[in-house]
């Protein structure tokens, strides 16, 4: 039987091994925390989207 040790007392190694075997799996999930984009801040690459179709008949010609 091995002599009990506190958990402050182990080495990093030691509690790092006891930390992951507590640790439960994700199951695929991704743990990122995800937060919607602000729709009023300025957004290059939508401005540039926009830009390119401001005039939906340049190249055509009615005469």
Request: proline share 5%.
């Amino acid at each position: 039987m091995e002599k009990f040790v506190p958990y402050a007392k182990l080495s990093k190694k030691k509690q790092r091994e006891i930390d992951r075997a507590k640790r439960g799996s994700w199951n695929g999930v991704n743990p990122v925390t995800r937060k919607e984009k602000n729709q009023k801040l300025y957004d290059r690459k939508k401005a540039l989207k926009w830009e390119r179709y401001d005039d939906p008949f340049q190249g055509f010609s009615f005469v």
